[in-house]
């Protein structure tokens, strides 16, 4: 591994030992999410790579702490203040839990909750409260478990009208978007696009995730130099990039890491 990869390994190890101490009840409802999916990466990498757990605990704990963060969501979405993006993003959350642990009451109140926030009318069409990241996460997970065929349409439109924002030259909202695009790319563009459309989209993720990278590292450099002042909200989602990326080299350097 060189020095570079090194610094970043022990930027990440300094950070996760760091959090293990946090008191999750003073994180802000946005930190959270950053916080929940940065655990459920280690949690996945130390269940293929048992050898890590010297470094991050064993999956049970490592299972514990992310089950505490989703614990946390009823009260955080009572808050007055915690808009609908917010509140969409825990349920689809909930059902991000569910793909590692199999517990189905993680699915149902994921989906519960998806479809109290997915306005309906009266003949049962879906008026979405906003076009937002977390509103296209639900559409997506509407249509992968309950197979709900118009979420899926319209995660493709967002995701379509986001992609258009991004050529035009608004790179802005690009790491905002890049979980939902993916999701979308993989649960339901593979089987609602015909072949040629989902082609372009792989094509067009390819290339987007040069500029996603580039975008990451800046806010890992700017993590690096706010050191103790950084942010929180920029600590979760730090975690959870740099969780993504070490889960990434153990899977490239398999029983060599």
């Not at 299972?63 to 825990?90: F, M, N, W």
């Not at 109140?109 to 296209?136: F, H, M």
Request: one cysteine or more; aromatic letters at 10%.
């Amino acid at each position: 591994m060189n020095q570079e990869l090194q610094m970043e390994k022990g930027l990440f190890l300094d950070l996760y030992r760091q959090l293990d101490n946090l008191d999750l009840r003073s994180c802000s409802p946005a930190s959270l999410s950053g916080l929940l999916h940065g655990y459920l990466t280690v949690y996945s990498m130390v269940r293929v790579y048992p050898w890590l757990e010297g470094d991050f605990g064993n999956p049970g704990d490592v299972h514990e702490r992310a089950k505490s963060i989703v614990h946390l969501y009823p009260s955080q979405s009572r808050c007055s203040d915690v808009d609908t993006e917010i509140r969409a993003g825990y349920a689809a959350d909930k059902m991000d839990v569910y793909q590692l642990y199999a517990d189905l009451s993680y699915l149902k109140n994921g989906l519960d909750a998806a479809y109290k926030i997915l306005s309906l009318q009266g003949n049962g069409k879906i008026v979405l409260p906003c076009r937002t990241p977390n509103i296209c996460r639900l559409l997506c997970n509407c249509y992968y478990f309950a197979g709900d065929e118009e979420c899926g349409e319209l995660a493709g439109r967002l995701v379509t009208e986001m992609l258009g924002y991004i050529r035009g030259g608004n790179r802005e909202v690009l790491l905002a978007w890049w979980e939902a695009i993916c999701l979308y790319s993989d649960a339901v563009g593979a089987m609602m696009l015909p072949g040629e459309d989902y082609k372009r989209l792989e094509e067009e993720r390819a290339r987007l995730r040069v500029s996603v990278e580039r975008e990451e590292e800046k806010k890992v450099e700017l993590f690096r130099q706010a050191g103790q002042e950084a942010d929180f909200g920029l600590v979760a989602e730090v975690f959870a990039i740099l969780a993504r990326r070490e889960f990434e080299r153990c899977n490239k350097m398999g029983n060599n890491y």
